[in-house]
């Protein structure tokens, strides 16, 4: 096996969203863990503010500046070259290498490419059929993106590895009442939507059933996310109308406010390759109103309202079925239960098995 283990690091210097979200866990996770084999590091680009890490060390690249893309095609690759094995975990990575770790968190660049701007589209699937095609350790956070991707691929089923993602990341977050407070949503009902502006989020379809709701006593709905016009096609989503407020990339502390105080979170994706807010809100005891649609069915299991996210009625169908006081108290249920219940702990240990074994088959 490798001695020496780099985990690339360019998701420091983005914009945290779930992807994000995701790596920012399991680095934590990994660094918690009794035994790592080998030499660890975290491969950086400078300026940034990190966690304090035990077992893991900080290596800071600054060379090319800006931590980017070519900052990754560079820094990340040539510690590729040098023979450290490279795990990408957030979903970029480099072109050149070795055979690396990849975690592959959906297929949307092959099943919704309008979604996204060309260029991107077309990097990215050139990438993925690069790591497939050079034996890198292949995995994904769900079923439905392992059968998606094998497809895109062209590739066996087997030969991607599913490595679901954890669900306390925010346990130890202290809900930020005062910023509910100057939102003024510390007493209100709202339904909250957690999405970036990316068009397969199905936002124009979640605001047209939320229009479509009598307007007295109708919760507010609060959207919760950013948008990045270099990834993302333009959305046609129509403007917000009355009752609906946004909250730009909400920090964790505001985010698990938001879960607690909402009277629901919506997910009516058209595809999710796995759906981490609907864990983030079972494990805060939020309810669930979710698309029957990608990964969520698998993610969410039966303790959800399940909707057509191409049918604005059912949406608003969904809606109104949280607004029954016995039906609200099921969905929130008596706590985290199937992927609600996995800690990153868990993945973290699942991810150096599947390492070692990958290693040993080589």
Not at 139 to 153: D, G, N, T
Request: with cysteine.
């Amino acid at each position: 096996m490798p001695s020496h283990y780099a985990i690339n690091g360019r998701f420091g210097a983005q914009r945290v969203t779930g992807v994000q979200r995701v790596a920012h866990a399991l680095l934590r996770a990994l660094d918690a863990q009794e035994r790592l084999p080998g030499q660890w590091q975290l491969l950086a680009p400078p300026g940034i503010e990190w966690p304090p890490l035990a077992r893991i060390a900080l290596a800071s690249r600054g060379f090319p500046p800006g931590g980017g893309h070519a900052w990754e095609q560079w820094a990340v690759a040539e510690a590729a070259a040098r023979g450290a094995r490279v795990l990408n975990i957030a979903g970029s990575g480099p072109w050149l290498g070795g055979p690396q770790v990849s975690w592959l968190h959906d297929a949307a660049v092959f099943d919704h490419p309008q979604a996204y701007r060309p260029a991107f589209v077309a990097w990215y699937r050139a990438l993925f059929r690069r790591r497939a095609s050079r034996g890198d350790l292949l995995l994904v956070p769900s079923r439905f993106a392992q059968q998606r991707l094998a497809l895109a691929l062209g590739v066996p089923e087997s030969r991607l590895l599913v490595l679901p993602h954890g669900a306390d990341h925010l346990d130890a977050v202290e809900p930020d009442a005062s910023a509910l407070q100057l939102l003024g949503l510390a007493d209100a009902d709202f339904w909250l939507c957690i999405a970036s502006a990316n068009p397969t989020k199905n936002l124009q379809r979640l605001l047209a059933a939320h229009a479509r709701l009598p307007a007295a006593g109708r919760p507010r709905l609060v959207l919760a996310g950013g948008a990045n016009p270099r990834v993302f096609a333009p959305s046609s989503a129509a403007p917000a109308g009355s009752g609906v407020m946004h909250v730009a990339a909400p920090g964790d502390a505001l985010l698990k406010a938001l879960l607690r105080q909402a009277r629901a979170l919506v997910l009516p994706s058209l595809v999710e390759g796995f759906g981490l807010p609907a864990v983030e809100a079972r494990r805060a005891a939020c309810a669930v109103v979710a698309a029957r649609a990608g990964a969520l069915p698998e993610v969410c299991g039966p303790r959800a309202e399940y909707v057509d996210p191409l049918d604005v009625d059912d949406i608003c169908r969904g809606l109104q079925a949280t607004l029954a006081p016995g039906h609200l108290a099921w969905l929130r249920g008596e706590g985290p239960e199937g992927a609600a219940a996995r800690c990153w702990g868990d993945v973290a240990h699942d991810l150096l098995r599947l390492l070692a074994d990958w290693e040993a088959s080589r």
